[in-house]
């Protein structure tokens, strides 16, 4: 796809926006009311769109469009418009597989304008602000671990026909712009002296310059980069975390899937994991009684120990049970070798898929600390003396994760390290 400016381009203020979608929305989606009257709010706080939320008289919607640069850096980080057709698309395969009561419903898509309209969730809250307002919620890890086991099989060659996968390999191998944005944010510059890098600073200075020395952890991020730019196991969302996901009580909804490509399953299932490690890592920056830190972060493992085995039990169910899929075939499992060997071969996968979701969450905790793009677990804790000193525990455990995650033959083990920090 070109990374040049379609002609017809320019960036909707919330003045414009009204009179582009009188034009653009489907017949059957109706906001009620003049387009005169609609109530239009530009909310974006993300990296690199503008984001409204358009309130008509009787429905309301959010409008996402791409900018041909990183919104965060500036103009001088140019970056290709295209991200708008790869999100889109992604948040349509995702909700063909795991349905729309995980993922917002998409209304229409303009590649022109590098813009789309989706269903607008409310009362939804991002989740990380939530979990940094210490709270619960009783169906987070069953619907993080489906979302992950239905999205993750059904676009493997476990669960889909070798054509199919090729094709989606090749649709999505195009969105080379973003994945170099995450093979140098994520597995390079936190490792060296990048410009861009990002710590508490001077309390981490001594922390961080012993990172770029550990031969041993910077050996393991360029064998783990190779895999995220060779790998093409499944489609991912390409940057699953806390602020990715928005809740209730009682719903969960993934978004903001533009950096999705063709990639190991573990980067998804990691980052997850990764940042519920670190919402565990900053918590005593937020709750000063230690009684309730300590209840609060026992949450935060069990979530992490809930989401992966909610995650292993269904994409064993739709593994056992599948019709077609060329690894792991019909014949020679379900009809051939049988019960017992299909089940070897699901707990060797399974093994190899948990190490390598343990690194791939180290290396999230150490992008998140050091480099670009921090998240406000840690950075808006105000004392920087304790927001070091939370940052210095999560850079341990996240060591461990990449180093010695082999060791770790059960997920739960890690909050035992966690808690050692």
């Known amino acids: 796809m070109s990374n040049t400016v379609p002609a017809g381009y320019a960036p909707l203020t919330s003045e414009s926006l009204p009179s582009y979608l009188s034009k653009k929305l489907p017949s059957d989606l109706v906001l009620g009311g003049e387009p005169k009257e609609w109530t239009v709010k530009e909310v974006g706080d993300g990296n690199l769109n503008l984001v409204f939320i358009v309130e008509g008289l009787e429905k309301t919607i959010v409008v996402k469009q791409a900018l041909p640069y990183v919104r965060a850096a500036g103009e001088s980080w140019k970056l290709s418009l295209t991200r708008a057709y790869f999100e889109y698309n992604v948040l349509t395969i995702e909700a063909r597989f ?72 090749s649709k999505f191998a195009v969105n080379h712009e973003l994945c170099k944005i995450t093979e140098d944010l994520i597995f390079s510059e936190p490792y060296f002296d990048a410009e861009r890098n990002n710590w508490t600073s001077p309390q981490l200075d001594a922390d961080v310059h012993k990172v770029w020395q550990d031969e041993e952890m910077i050996q393991v991020a360029m064998r783990y980069k190779y895999k995220f730019m060779t790998e093409s196991q499944a489609l991912l969302h390409g940057d699953l975390h806390s602020g990715s996901i928005m809740v209730t009580e009682s719903e969960t909804k993934v978004i903001d899937p533009e950096f999705g490509f063709m990639g190991p399953m573990s980067f998804d299932i990691g980052n997850y994991v990764g940042n519920l490690l670190m919402a ?89 600390i050091i480099g670009f793009a921090g998240v406000a677990d840690f950075k808006e804790i105000e004392n920087a003396e304790l927001r070091a000193s939370c940052e210095r525990r999560a850079l341990k455990l996240a060591r461990e994760l990449i180093v010695n995650a082999k060791e770790y033959k059960d997920i739960a083990t890690i909050g035992q390290f966690a808690q050692s920090c």
């Open 98 to 169: 795991a349905g729309h009561r995980l993922v917002p419903q998409v209304y229409f898509y303009d590649g022109d304008m590098a813009i789309f309209a989706m269903e607008f969730l409310s009362p939804h809250i991002i989740l990380r602000k939530e979990l940094i307002q210490g709270k619960t919620f009783a169906s987070l890890a069953e619907d993080v671990g489906i979302f992950l086991a239905k999205t993750l099989f059904h676009t493997s060659d476990i669960g889909m026909n070798a054509e199919e996968k090729k094709a989606l390999v």
């Open 280 to 368: 565990y890592f900053s918590r005593p920056g937020w709750e000063s009684d230690h009684v309730k830190c300590s209840e609060y972060q026992r949450y935060l493992l069990e979530q992490i120990t809930s989401t992966w085995q909610v995650f292993v039990a269904h994409f064993t169910e739709l593994w056992s049970e599948k019709l077609e899929g060329d690894a792991y075939p019909v014949e020679i499992y379900q009809q051939g070798l049988g019960e017992k060997a299909l089940q070897r071969a699901q707990r060797e996968f399974f093994q190899t898929l948990l190490e390598e979701t343990l690194v791939n969450a180290g290396l999230e905790m150490n992008r998140r």
